[in-house]
């Protein structure tokens, strides 16, 4: 049965389109206690499939709106030469599937699924079934669930309000200062990788994440950031998805202003509440929030994600639930998986915008260390703060904007003498739902996001028989824009 894609999900397949290469690969890699069964591995593998369809899918975007359909065919156990190769290898979303299962040498195994189906917390439930299809057990049947769709629902409920939440907010996260430059990047880009075990002291009243949290806001803003906005990766699972294999989760930015005055507990307590408040509509992408927010694969230069890792060791063998995809989204990701022997980090970056990665995990080590000491210590007694540091300013716009009734006039002389400039606008105004719209209004500025881009893209080619692509029609996003462009 085809269906139709998640918020979450339709913004990482426009991601995928722009070239995200490995970002969105998660990559499981179980050193296994022994040589597997191999016929019993391959049945183990496909028991968890048929248990997940979503792991059997792939996407038909032929209609301008992608929808999820059954993969060409399921995923077998496969062979694969490294650690790298398995991992790597691009996935073709057209045809699927979007897991692959392979073995390296004689007892690694490793399973790599595509962010789109897939989420941190669906690793432990993949592991969980293998472990016990490759026991002999038979998987329950998973209660059927169409997640894009109930989750629209309640998208829709919890919009108004969201917008408002949002629009008193700053949102679009400025570049990141850091000793000698600056963290610039919202795409992806292939990454280095550093890994190490991270103490999080426990502070009573906050959960790790909250004091992990509050400590890289804390580094940052010693950097001379006088504002700090980090995007979070957060869960939106239902009770009801528990179980489940699939994408629930949302990216959402956090910001700060930290004093240097004010002790770590308090500042880390004030960012807990404005968490919580976060969390009330941590379900709605931004982009349907706030209007004017062009697609990029990641908020922030900078981002974090933390989950707790399952008690007990997996009947399978050594997993290493933090295996490298080679990618980042951003500059930087701070991954953290914690479990019952401790906090692990990985911190995943951009070498061309970080090139002194060790200093950073050092002053952050440090840090935890101090707050550990002292958590009711001043910021600035526990770390130096630099002197407020700003960006370059872009370039200012030189072009004069002639008034709105001028502007108006030549646009609708325009789309008179050019049909093809008519036929496009036309085709924006019924995407829209408003009119007019003037030839060079940004198509982000009129609350347009990438699933109104897709709608007029696949419109533009069912009644023009023209073709653009996403990454030209993000650069020229207005009508006189795309216009120019299909006329190359």
């Given amino acids: 049965m085809n269906r139709q894609l998640s918020f979450t999900q339709h913004g990482m397949w426009i991601a995928a389109r722009m070239g995200a290469g490995t970002a969105y690969h998660m990559p499981i890699v179980i050193a296994l206690d022994a040589a597997p069964d191999r016929g019993a591995l391959a049945k183990a593998c496909r028991a968890v499939v048929e248990r997940h369809p979503l792991l059997g899918c792939a996407l038909d975007d032929t209609g301008g709106d992608p929808v999820l359909v059954p993969a060409a065919q399921l995923p077998a156990l496969e062979e694969a030469g490294s650690l790298a190769e398995a991992v790597t290898r691009p996935f073709d979303l057209r045809t699927g599937p979007l897991v692959r299962f392979a073995l390296v040498g004689e007892d690694t195994l490793v399973a790599v699924a595509h962010h789109l189906v897939f989420d941190g917390a669906s690793k432990d439930v ?32 919890l919009l108004p309000e969201a917008a408002v939440f949002w629009a008193g907010r700053r949102h679009e996260a400025a570049d990141t200062a850091i000793p ?115 697609p990029h694969t990641a908020l922030a230069p900078v981002s974090i994600s933390y989950r707790r890792l399952p008690q007990g060791r997996s009947p399978l063998g050594e997993v290493s639930w933090l295996a490298f995809n080679h990618s980042v989204r951003g500059a930087l990701q701070l991954q953290v998986a914690h479990g019952p022997d401790g906090a692990l980090a990985s911190l995943r970056y951009d070498p061309l915008e970080l090139p002194a990665a060790g200093r950073l995990v050092d002053d952050l080590t440090r840090l935890l260390t101090a707050i550990a000491a002292g958590p009711r210590r001043r910021l600035a007694d526990l770390v130096d703060f630099a002197a407020p540091v700003e960006p370059p300013p872009a370039a200012a716009a030189t072009v004069p904007t002639p008034a709105p009734a001028a502007q108006d006039a030549e646009d609708d002389a325009l789309a008179a003498a ?71």
């Fill in 180 to 294: 000698g430059g600056f963290l610039r990047s919202r795409g992806a880009a292939a990454a280095d990788v550093l890994e190490l075990p991270l103490g999080i002291p426990e502070i009573e009243g906050l959960t790790p994440f909250e004091v992990l949290v509050a400590a890289v806001h804390t580094l940052l803003a010693s950097y001379g950031n006088p504002e700090v906005v980090t995007a979070l990766d957060l869960s939106t699972r239902t009770p009801r998805e528990a179980g489940h294999i699939g994408p629930y989760v949302n990216e959402l930015p956090l910001a700060s202003r930290p004093s240097g005055s004010t002790p770590f507990a308090d500042f880390a307590a004030a960012l807990r509440a404005e968490l919580r408040e976060v969390y009330r509509y941590r379900e709605v992408p931004l982009a349907r929030a706030v209007p004017g927010l062009r």
């Fill in 418 to 488: 050019d049909p093809l400039v008519a036929q496009v606008r036309e085709i924006w105004e019924q995407v829209l739902e408003q009119s007019p719209i003037g030839l060079h209004d940004d198509i982000f500025d009129l609350g347009g996001h990438s699933l109104t881009i897709t709608r007029i893209i696949a419109r533009m080619q069912e009644q023009l028989g023209l073709e653009i692509g996403l990454d030209d029609f993000f650069d020229h996003s207005t009508v006189a824009g795309v216009v120019a462009v299909v006329r190359r």
């Fill in 126 to 157: 993949l592991v969980a079934d293998l472990a016990a299809a490759y026991e002999g057990a038979v998987l329950p049947e998973s209660e059927p669930a169409d997640h894009a769709a109930e989750q629209r629902e309640r998208v829709a409920a």
